[in-house]
Each structure stands twice: as structure tokens, then as C-alpha cells.
């Protein structure tokens, strides 16, 4: 690390306020290779920095878990890595801590964190650590062309084959208006319309005959690699991993990505809030970020950490920055979820999804 950036967040290590070291942290956590992730950038050069244990704990729902222990009034973890939707949740229902956001280091060019971060992903509440995104992922070794834009997923003619999509509005609908000509940023103001959710639908109608349904993040690899599919909807962590971990010529077409956000929430009652707020602090600077971007294919939700993202770390040869939903390039048309239009219509458009997946009227 280069001595200023070092002397930054030893700086910030001392400035923020501690009423005694914990032993221990004990942070909630996803598990897997998300969790040794997290262990390899964050953990081990924390604990190194500052003497502070860090204990990842792995749960299947950090969510649920937080949320049972603290109506409880039994909290045993320190913080926990969410999704932006579920800390707005738990932020809003009183069960997660405020985060001042001052308390965050300054940019690598030292600018403010809240301008360093990509917009909308601070929360009150809330952290983020990691960008991952729903791409568009297809075999380049088949024949016919790749596709230029997300609008060619959807084009059968041009582009014949199945397709594979997510089962659920989620995402789905979100690229059936892009693949419709409907800019990212009028995304959601169409959507929010009778007419606009009928134009996704329609759009969809088209592919409609040719759609081949999943439902868990590991079925679309499967659904490339049996060439079952000529193009699928995906999560670009498991196509990156497919890439280059296993050496299958599959590949991301960036235009439409949705994106989401997962990061740090604290706890209401949370044993040691103020080193948590410490280890917040320090993890989300812009060089662990970084770190973090290079041991798996989430990009850093910091604008001046994408430039210090080297190769990855597997390897030690890939450079990582052509393989994040957040490099300039993969950002041209890229929409980040609107957690708070999912929460205000998630019923409704998933009753309609599903209405119209059985072939009921409207």
C-alpha cells in the first residue's frame, strides 16, 4: 500500500472513538467464497492493523438472523453483511445502528466518502463493500455473432436460439424495457406506469415460446455449458468463475447489467458498536476495496478504488477490471435495482409475473 493511503487509515484507525478493545468480532456473513473473501481483505489486514480479533460467521440468511436476535434482545454478532434492501428494512424498523457517514475514509484522491461512493449506495444504516450484477451471458465458442447490446437477447431472428431467464420480476422485467429501447435512467418511471408494465410484458411475449426458465444462481452456467441455451440471463460472479476458474469460453455482454449492492449493517444491541464502526470504517476505505475486488468478480462501490484493482487473486495473472459491473466501460447501460420500487410493488408485479407465466389474461 502506498505510504499516504497507509498513514490515512492508520489516521483513521486512531481518530475513531473506542471505549475498549473487543477481544473479538463477531461478524455475520454469507459463507463460501463470499465469506473467504472477505476473510483474505478484510478480516486478516484488519485484525493485523489494529489487534482485533475477527471472527465470520456463516449463515444461509444473515438477514433473518439479525433480525430474530435483536426482537429478541439477544444480539451475539457485531455486524452483518447485507443486501442495501434488507439494511433499508432493518434500518427503517428500528433494528440497525445510524452510521455517521463522516466517520468513513476520504476518497484516494481525498475527496469526501459520500461523494466517493457510486450513488445510492450508502444507506443510514448501511455500508456497501461490493457491487455484483444480473448480466446478460452467452457462449462465444457457438456460432452466429455475439450480441452488441441487450437488445439482441431478445431478438430471436437475428440471434436464434433459447433463452435463459430468471424466474421472477425482479431484474427480468427491468431488461425486457431495456431490450425494448427504454433508456436505463427511464427504467423505473416507465415501469411505474400501466403502460410501461405492459410494455415489458410484451417484450417479453416475444421471446415467450423460447424461454427456459431458472430459478438458483448455479443453473444458467449449467444451461450454457449443456447448450441448452445460446444466451441466459446471469449472475456475473458464477459466469466469471465459469471464465476463467474453469476455463469455459462463456462471456458477459454488460449492456443492461442490473446491478445491487451488499455491504455492512450494525445491529441494534450489538456487543462492541464502536469497534464495529472501527471495522466498518476501515474495510470500506478505498485500497481493501480493492483488495476485495481482486478475490472475486464484485466490483468496489468506491470510484477511487476501481483504478487500484490489480489481477486476481487466484491466478495472479487476470486483470480483474474487465470483469466488474463497476469498470467504466461495463457502466455505459447499467441500472442499479430500485429497492424502494421493489418494496412498494413487489406483490402486485409478482402476482402478475406469475398470472402471466401460467398464460392467464390480464
Known amino acids: 500500500m502506498p505510504l499516504p493511503r497507509r498513514l490515512a487509515l492508520t489516521a483513521l484507525l486512531v481518530a475513531l472513538p473506542l471505549s475498549g478493545r473487543a477481544a473479538e ?42 433480525k430474530s436476535q435483536v426482537t429478541a434482545g439477544n444480539v451475539t454478532f457485531d455486524l452483518a453483511s447485507v443486501g442495501l434492501a434488507d439494511a433499508v428494512r432493518l434500518c427503517d424498523e428500528g433494528l440497525a445502528l445510524p452510521i ?18 457510486l450513488p ?18 452467452y457462449d462465444a465458442s457457438r456460432p452466429g455473432g455475439a450480441p452488441q447490446t441487450i437488445a439482441d437477447f431478445f431478438d430471436v431472428t437475428l440471434f436464434p436460439g433459447r433463452r435463459g431467464l430468471l424466474k421472477e420480476p425482479r431484474f427480468t422485467l427491468e431488461m425486457a424495457l431495456m431490450g425494448d429501447g427504454v433508456p436505463a435512467d ?16 410484451a417484450k417479453l411475449d416475444q421471446i415467450r415460446r423460447n424461454a427456459v426458465w431458472w430459478e438458483a444462481g448455479s443453473q444458467p452456467v449449467q444451461l450454457l455449458a449443456d447448450g441448452e441455451v445460446a444466451m441466459t440471463m446471469a449472475y456475473n460472479g458464477r459466469i466469471f468463475a465459469a471464465q476463467i476458474d474453469e476455463d469455459r469460453p462463456f462471456r458477459i455482454l ?17 456487543p462492541n458498536p464502536e469497534e464495529a464502526l472501527r471495522f466498518v470504517a476501515w474495510t470500506t476505505a478505498p ?34 477490471a474487465p470483469h466488474l459491473p463497476t469498470t467504466p466501460e461495463n457502466m455505459k447501460n447499467a441500472l442499479a435495482i430500485d429497492t424502494g420500487f421493489w418494496v412498494d410493488h413487489d ?11 401460467a398464460g392467464a389474461d390480464e
Open 186 to 201: 427511464q427504467v423505473y418511471a416507465t415501469l411505474s406506469t400501466p403502460q410501461g408494465l405492459d410494455r415489458a410484458f
Open 254 to 270: 454488460w449492456d443492461g447489467q442490473v446491478y445491487e449492492t451488499e455491504g455492512w449493517m450494525i445491529p441494534k444491541g450489538a
Open 120 to 137: 445510492g449506495t450508502l444507506g443510514p444504516c448501511f455500508v456497501p463493500t461490493d457491487v455484483y450484477a444480473t448480466v446478460i451471458a
Open 100 to 117: 455517521d457517514h463522516r466517520a468513513l475514509a476520504p476518497g484516494a484522491d481525498g475527496s469526501p466518502a459520500a461523494q466517493d461512493f
Open 25 to 66: 468480532l463477531k461478524v455475520l456473513s454469507w459463507g463460501g467464497e463470499f465469506s473467504a473473501a472477505q476473510q483474505a481483505a478484510f478480516a486478516r489486514p484488519f485484525t493485523q492493523a489494529t489487534g482485533i480479533a475477527v471472527d465470520i460467521v456463516d449463515a444461509e440468511s444473515p438477514t433473518a438472523l439479525i
Open 347 to 357: 406483490a402486485e408485479l409478482t402476482e402478475r409475473f406469475a398470472a402471466w407465466l
Open 287 to 320: 485500497e481493501p476495496l480493492a483488495r476485495a475486488a481482486e478475490q472475486l468478480s464484485y466490483g468496489p462501490p468506491r470510484r477511487s478504488s476501481q483504478a487500484l484493482v490489480g489481477v486476481y487473486a487466484r491466478d495472479g495473472k487476470t486483470p480483474m
